[in-house]
């Protein structure tokens, strides 16, 4: 998916060097800026490996290629739902407990 979108913006890259970027180069450069990318987020990234039944990642996989986006970026957005969805429950139990109490 990455690679895909620097090649769709092959021209714009172009015309900032005066001469033809090879698809290796053009590849290394697309890295350099998502780096660059994270760098500029602030925010610390911890990586840890998680075990996932097949019939899962396939479906995960394939709501991913019809979005055209990526697993990770699809699993972040899942966690923060699932936190958010969370926080407001917790939230909601302590408003109930308070209100009983009074």
Known sequence: M?????LTHKKTYLHKFEHKLSFNKLIKLGRRMAR??????KEEIKA???NFPKSIV???DLICSSEYITRTSWLLRAARELLN????????D???KIS???
């Not at 990455?2 to 620097?6: A, D, E, P, Q």
């Not at 660059?36 to 987020?41: L, T, V």
């Open 94 to 96: 302590l408003i109930a």
């Open 48 to 50: 840890f490996t998680v």
């Open 58 to 60: 396939e479906d995960i």
């Open 36 to 41: 660059n990318k994270m760098a500029r987020n």
């Open 2 to 6: 990455f690679y895909k979108n620097i």
């Open 100 to 102: 009983e109490e009074k």
């Open 85 to 92: 969805k969370e926080r407001l429950k917790r939230t909601e």
